[in-house]
């Protein structure tokens, strides 16, 4: 059992780590984007996280995403141009500037934030007549976060997308440089995993220097849909799953979010001379 004052420590400590993994990333601004209005739930004004989003179509889907420790404003502009053309609304939570602010926010905080936050994307849906669906997707420390808001809001959200997730959050701050000593995991994904009843997309690196495909696939075993999907995509590396490989990952993305629309992949026909008389 653990003692409330080592619980205290433990709480302090990754409050600073997190302040330290954060601390010199550049806030997401992406030009022409609006700012959400800030849900009042939340204990103290300063825990809102600030939401930028884009307006698309009432009908399709709905994206929320809390982005990794080392997105840049212009790596995601790049993605949410390609999804605007799809007429996706983009919502994007920029919960690291919590850490940036405060190195004694804890990580249970935050984690209140960003579900206040998906609620009021959630309200703002229902009061406007917005039917599409409401995706839940986060890449790095960012699919931690979303793996806690999806599971909190499971029967609103359609969907999770989980982009270079782990299982093993010491393991991956060691591998950031980080001291880790004598503390024990705080976000538990992968009991988490096992509250989300709806379908989740894992995107993760074939050449992830940080978490190998092994350590993913314990948490897709704890996934409860059976229509949960694995896909390994071939990047260079943990950082760049998109940019090096943008045409594949938004096919896959695609895929999977029209399939809960049932709107089914169309298939390529392979026809050749022979089986239609006609030279191609």
């Not at 806030?27 to 600030?50: A, R, S, Y």
């Not at 930028?52 to 990794?68: K, Q, R, T, V, W």
């Not at 994307?121 to 995706?135: A, C, F, N, Q, T």
Request: hydrophobic share 35%; charged share 20%; net charge neutral.
């Amino acid at each position: 059992m653990v003692s409330l004052t080592d619980s205290t420590r433990q709480t302090a400590a990754w409050s600073i780590l997190m302040h330290a993994v954060f601390q010199k990333k550049q806030p997401i601004t992406i030009p022409d984007w609006k700012m959400f209005p800030c849900n009042d739930d939340v204990k103290t004004p300063q825990d809102h996280i600030p939401v930028s989003y884009c307006e698309g179509a009432a009908d399709e889907p709905h994206l929320f995403y809390l982005p990794s420790e080392y997105d840049t404003s212009e790596d995601l502009a790049a993605m949410f141009d390609a999804l605007k053309s799809l007429k996706f609304s983009l919502f994007c939570c920029d919960y690291g500037s919590l850490w940036q602010k405060n190195e004694h926010i804890a990580i249970e905080a935050v984690c209140e934030s960003t579900t206040a936050a998906l609620q009021s994307v959630s309200s703002w849906m229902d009061e406007h007549g917005r039917k599409g669906p409401l995706v839940v997707m986060g890449r790095s420390i960012g699919s931690a976060l979303a793996i806690h808001t999806a599971a909190c809001m499971c029967q609103r959200t359609a969907c999770l997308v989980v982009e270079s997730g782990f299982d093993k959050t010491i393991e991956l701050l060691q591998k950031m440089g980080k001291n880790t000593e004598g503390l024990s995991d705080p976000f538990s994904n992968r009991a988490k995993m096992r509250t989300y009843t709806k379908p989740v997309l894992f995107l993760h690196s074939s050449r992830d220097e940080y978490v190998s495909i092994t350590q993913v696939e314990w948490l897709v075993m704890e996934s409860r849909s059976k229509t949960t999907q694995f896909q390994v995509v071939p990047s260079p590396g943990r950082n760049n799953v998109f940019s090096s490989t943008s045409e594949f990952y938004l096919q896959a993305l695609k895929d999977f979010i029209y399939l809960r629309m049932g709107r089914r992949p169309k298939l390529k026909r392979h026809m050749n001379a022979s089986s239609n008389g006609m030279g191609i």
